[in-house]
C-alpha cells in the first residue's frame, strides 16, 4: 500500500514550527519537498495550489521563496493572469475537463489548466469513440461553473490530523482538515483553484450558509455517500472487464471487451518501489480502507512487526478505497493528495484520485482481470 511521503510531510510541518517562516532549516525542507514530490510546469499558481500539499504553511513563508518558485516552475505566460484573455482561456479549459470528466476520461483535477492530463484524457476519449485526432467536443451547452452553499454538515465533517504515525494510530478517523480541502475534493479541483474562484475570502473560515463559486462538474464526489451512492458493478460486467495500468503513460484503463470506458491519471508506484508487472485480478475492493503503516515497507519493501494501524477517513494515505490484488500488499486506492497525481511516487501500487477511485469502484469488483505493464 501507498504511504505517500508523509514521513516528509511532518518533517516540513516540524521546521516550520520550530523554525519559524523564514529559517533556513524550513527553506530546505520545502525545496526538497517541492522538488521530490511535484514537476509542475506552468506559472507560481500552479505550485499555490498544487504544492501546498495541504499543510498550514504561513503565507509569509511563501515570499522569500519566490525565486526558487519561478525556477521550478519554469513560469512563461503570455497573458496576464486574471486578464479577460486568461480568463477566456481558463474558462474554455474548465468546460472541455467537465466534459471528459462526466465521462469518466478524468483529466485530473478541474482547475482551467491545460496539461498533461487533459490533454491524455482527450485523447483517450477520441480513441474510445473513433474521432479524429484534431476533434473536440461540442462545450457551447456546458456552464463552467455554479454556486455551493456550504452545509452544517459539511462544517461538522472538519477535524485535525496528528503528526506522527502512533498518534494518527490513535485517532478515530482522518477527516478533512479544512472547508477549502472538502470543497475542493468534491468539485474535482484544487484549494488553490476554489480561493482564485472566490478572491478576498479565507476559505477554511467560512460558516455554514455561505455561498461559494465552484467548478459546474456533473457528478460531485459526496464522500459522505460513498460506497452507498454509487452502484457496484455486476459481477459479469466486472469479471468481463479489464483494467489496463499503463506505468510510463500514467494512465489507467477500464475496458469492457476491446472498448475503453474510462481512463483515470495514476500514480504507478516509484523507481525504489515499481508497480509489479504483469497480469493479476482484483482479490477484493474495500471501500473505507484501515491502513497498515510499515516503517519497514516504507523504506525497504519488508513487512515488519513494528506498524500502526491508520483508521479509514479522505486524509487516509488509500484514501477512500483499497482495490486489493492477488499480489499481497498490492492494490490499486484513493489518496490524501489528489494534486500530486502521477507528480509523486507511491509505494508498488496504483494510486487514484478519490473521486476516481469512487468512479472505479462502480466499474469493476472482485475478479476484474488487471495488466500492469
Not at 1 to 13: F, K, Q, V, W, Y
Not at 178 to 188: I, P
Not at 297 to 310: D, P
Request: positive net charge; hydrophobic residues 40%; aromatic residues 8%.
Amino acid at each position: 500500500m501507498s504511504t505517500g511521503s508523509l514521513t516528509d510531510r511532518a518533517g516540513l510541518r516540524r521546521a516550520i514550527r520550530d523554525k519559524g517562516a523564514g529559517g533556513p532549516m524550513a527553506v530546505r525542507a520545502i525545496r526538497a519537498e517541492i522538488r521530490s514530490v511535484l514537476t509542475l510546469a506552468g506559472c507560481p499558481g500552479c505550485f499555490l495550489s498544487a504544492g501546498m500539499l495541504r499543510l498550514s504553511i504561513p503565507s509569509s513563508f511563501l515570499f522569500p521563496l519566490t525565486g526558487l518558485l519561478l525556477g521550478l516552475s519554469g513560469c512563461a505566460t503570455t497573458d496576464k493572469p486574471g486578464s479577460p484573455s486568461s480568463r477566456n482561456t481558463r474558462d474554455k479549459t474548465v468546460q472541455l475537463q467537465i466534459f471528459l470528466d462526466s465521462r469518466n476520461f478524468g483529466p485530473g483535477v478541474v482547475d482551467g489548466r491545460e496539461g498533461e492530463f487533459t490533454a491524455k484524457a482527450l485523447t483517450a476519449y477520441r480513441q474510445a469513440h473513433q474521432l479524429p485526432e484534431s476533434s473536440l467536443p461540442d462545450l457551447s451547452e456546458i456552464v463552467p461553473y455554479t454556486s455551493y452553499t456550504v452545509t452544517p454538515e459539511d462544517v461538522a465533517a472538519l477535524g485535525s490530523m496528528a503528526q506522527e504515525p502512533a498518534e494518527i494510530a490513535r485517532q478515530k478517523r482522518l477527516p478533512y482538515v479544512g472547508l477549502g480541502e472538502l470543497v475542493a475534493e468534491r468539485f474535482h479541483t484544487t484549494r488553490g483553484f476554489i480561493a482564485e474562484l472566490n478572491p478576498g475570502r479565507t476559505i477554511d473560515s467560512l460558516p455554514a450558509g455561505s455561498v461559494l463559486r465552484v467548478p459546474n462538474i456533473s457528478r460531485p464526489f459526496q464522500v459522505e455517500s460513498f460506497p452507498s451512492g454509487y452502484a457496484a458493478a455486476p459481477v459479469s460486467a466486472a469479471v468481463g472487464r479489464r483494467v489496463i495500468v499503463d506505468t510510463s503513460y500514467r494512465m489507467l484503463e477500464v475496458r469492457d471487451g476491446g472498448r475503453v470506458i474510462a481512463a483515470f491519471p495514476i500514480t504507478p508506484g516509484s523507481t525504489e518501489h515499481p508497480a509489479p508487472i504483469g497480469e493479476w485480478k482484483i482479490a477484493g475492493m474495500a471501500p473505507w480502507p484501515w491502513f497498515r503503516y510499515d516503517e519497514g515497507v516504507l523504506k525497504r519493501g519488508e513487512r515488519t512487526e513494528t506498524f500502526f494501524m491508520f483508521p479509514p477517513g479522505p486524509n487516509s494515505p488509500v484514501g477512500i478505497l483499497w482495490a486489493g490484488l492477488n499480489r499481497p500488499g498490492t492494490g490499486i486506492h484513493g489518496t490524501a493528495y489528489p494534486e500530486t497525481i502521477g507528480r509523486s511516487g507511491s509505494h508498488g501500487c496504483v494510486r487514484l484520485a478519490n473521486w476516481d477511485a469512487a468512479s472505479f469502484y462502480a466499474l469493476v469488483g472482485k475478479g476484474t482481470p488487471v495488466t500492469i505493464r
